[in-house]
């Protein structure tokens, strides 16, 4: 069962100290295994986007755009 009054803080918290939260979190569950298919698949992807970092757009905006095509 979680404390609750510490459920309460960490959801007072702004996002992006919840995000590194979350991270923290996961990083204490243990790594999980990752085939190396997709580990190879994650390198190249990584590698792209640091190729062209134009290219990319930051969650907010990219959030932002599917909530505006979900709306009209």
Request: avoid cysteine; charged fraction near 35%; charge should be negative.
């Amino acid at each position: 069962m979680i404390n609750r009054s510490l459920l309460d803080q960490a959801l007072r918290l702004d996002e992006p100290a919840r995000r590194e939260l979350i991270v923290a979190l996961q990083q204490s569950l243990g790594a999980e295994e990752v085939a190396p298919e997709v580990a190879a698949i994650i390198d190249h992807r990584i590698a792209e986007a640091d190729a062209d970092p134009d290219d990319s757009v930051s969650l907010d905006d990219f959030e932002r755009q599917i909530r505006s095509r979900r709306s009209a």
